[in-house]
């Protein structure tokens, strides 16, 4: 029987809400928390009674005691966090995305097979209800094949810390493509793409990035299909979503146009032998998966209210992001109880991430198609 897991979290504003779920993991015993901010530290801390807090990830990689760190830092710590993680010997688990440039990628995938630890990036977007769920869809073959996969992340980021502003849209492409790429499981090989519209010159000069808005054709290997991608983070006048549609030849799934609306599955009617109109369109209720995780852990897939048994004090917790978190708790704890890779191990986040780099790079040179490179599991 192997041992129960010591872990970190590190960044203490989203990663906070993995510290309880973690705790509450039948694999993992002591959690110890990291934030660079004292007061945010012992805030975290006092709310979920946490022991081991520390202002430096330093200190947790030089205590062997620690087997592995989550990372929920700023997008700019992403890749030298991670490199130091694996190198101290301990596996990682890192927010979206992987990292900033190629080089950067290319870094965490030699660190992870010269560490022969997990590295997994903890991409939300390929555990919401609503992913699973077409995920069923298709692997019952519901969907039928599919034509085409259509995706978006619109978020405006003007009011969110300083090192966003300005930053090229499709470089922080993780949260629209995955579902697609995750569902189609081929490597994507092209890229094309645009970018659009302009925004005030402060915005412009942090990055060097003119667009507002970008929007790119990825193409994969031995696939007809194409997935497009949209996602825009300043100037434009449209609520947040995460969305991705799927068009197949038996049926379709398409993301709720408002976030509190319910999605629409479209399905041919195929009763008399005959492919008729599209004549069924439902709204689906999807259905939660939590049945899937352990028993302490399932609660975090919804919103409950959370009570610090030191205190008693109540907060609201679970739920984030389509009821994902527990399932990448789970699934980073379990690869390394079972010494088998993450679902989204180096070289699947490397592509998640880099066909965003590849289409920002697209944009910037007039539409160019880009190559994706190859990146190789070892
Ligand atoms: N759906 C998702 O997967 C999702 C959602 C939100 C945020 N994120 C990602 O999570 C990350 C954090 O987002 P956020 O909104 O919490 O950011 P934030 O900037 O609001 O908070 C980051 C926290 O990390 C701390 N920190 C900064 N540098 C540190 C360091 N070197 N060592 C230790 N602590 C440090 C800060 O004090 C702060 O508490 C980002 O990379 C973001 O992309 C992902």
Redo the contacts with the bound molecule.
Sequence with gaps: MKKKLNIAV??????SEFVPIYQAHPDVSNVAI????KQ?LDQTASKFNVESAYL??DDVLKDPSFDAVHL????G??ASQSIAVLKSGKHCAC??PMGLSFEEIENIIIATRESGKKYMM???AVYTREYLYVKDLYEKGELGKIQYARCAHYQDMEYW?KYWAGFPPLMHPT?AVAPCLALLNKRPNKVFGVGSGSMRKELVENYGNPFPFEAAFIMLDDSDVCIEVERFMFEVARDYTECFHIYGSKSSFEWQQIEDELPVVYRFLESDGRRGLPTISERINVPDYAYRLPEPIQKFTQNFEYTNVRTSQTYLAGGG?GGSHPHLVHEFVRSIIEDRRPAVDEITAAYWTGVGICAHMSAMEGGRVVDVPYFEKM
């Excluded at 590190?10 to 990663?15: A, D, I, L, Q, S």
């Excluded at 990291?34 to 901010?37: P, T």
């Design positions: 590190v960044g203490m504003c989203f990663g990291v934030d660079c901010d945010i430096s990830l929920v830092t700023p997008i710590y992403h927010t979206i903890m991409e939300t810390p949260h992001h």
